[in-house]
T-cell receptor, first 114, second 112 residues
Framework: NAGVMQNPRHLVRRRGQEARLRCSPM?????VYWYRQLPEEGLKFMVY????????ESGMPKERFSAEFPKEGPSILRIQQVVRGDSAAYFC????????????FGPGTRLLVL | GESVGLHLPTLSVQEGDNSIINCAYS??????FIWYKQESGKGPQFIID?????DKRQGQRVTVLLNKTVKHLSLQIAATQPGDSAVYFC???????????FGTGTLLAVQP
């Protein structure tokens, strides 16, 4: 069984560009979560989505950040007009509908903003 | 606000010894706790979880203990191996939206 997949694994952007991070949940999982991890820190919750719905986006910055989980295809975390402070590792997790708390993580996308 | 913290940022143990990693949580309403292991350059790997109606849960070589009175969580690793070297995070959850709140992590270094 394939685990949570994320791509790209590494992404380099210049200030002002857009970053798109993709996440494919584990087979059978319908809940997706995005977390951000700064160096030497723990993961911080950003957003929780189910298919075509944003359930909780309380951890996501109000500007420049958006997330979606369409009916078909992967979940997308989009960062517009990136700044150096956006440099971090972004992790996606998924869970099955029957056990929401047990989240399984992908390998992450390391975003570097020059 | 809510927070989850760890007592020890770094733990160094000898191979074969038992390891104990501690964690304090502040939200008494949390009813679900998880330990994750994160190796360098990788995503967090689920180790073991426990619900608030339990005090102890055992897995393969790992045991999680929950003390709700003092809001303390610990992870015990038996016969620690070099492959156990990683950063360990505790996380709390159980809210309406399933989001997890992570601590800052403890680096476990296993000496051969």
């Amino acid at each position: 069984n394939a685990g949570v997949m994320q791509n790209p694994r590494h992404l380099v952007r210049r200030r002002g560009q857009e970053a798109r991070l993709r996440c494919s949940p584990m087979k059978g999982h319908s809940h997706v979560y995005w977390y951000r991890q700064l160096p030497e820190e723990g993961l911080k919750f950003m957003v929780y989505l189910q298919k075509e719905n944003i359930i909780d986006e309380s951890g996501m910055p109000k500007e420049r950040f958006s997330a979606e989980f369409p009916k078909e295809g992967p979940s997308i975390l989009r960062i517009q007009q990136v700044v150096r402070g956006d440099s971090a590792a972004y992790f996606c997790a998924s869970s099955p509908p029957t056990s929401g708390e047990t989240q399984y993580f992908g390998p992450g996308t390391r975003l570097l903003v020059l | 606000g809510e927070s989850v913290g760890l007592h020890l940022p770094t733990l160094s143990v000898q191979e074969g010894d038992n390891s104990i990693i501690n964690c304090a949580y502040s939200n008494s309403a949390s009813d679900y706790f998880i330990w994750y292991k994160q190796e360098s350059g990788k995503g967090p790997q689920f180790i073991i979880d426990i619900r608030s109606n339990m005090d102890k849960r055992q897995g393969q070589r790992v045991t999680v203990l929950l003390n709700k009175t003092v809001k303390h969580l610990s992870l015990q690793i038996a016969a620690t191996q070099p492959g156990d070297s990683a950063v360990y995070f505790c996380a709390e959850g159980g809210g309406a939206t399933n989001k997890l709140i992570f601590g800052t992590g403890t680096l476990l270094a296993v000496q051969p």
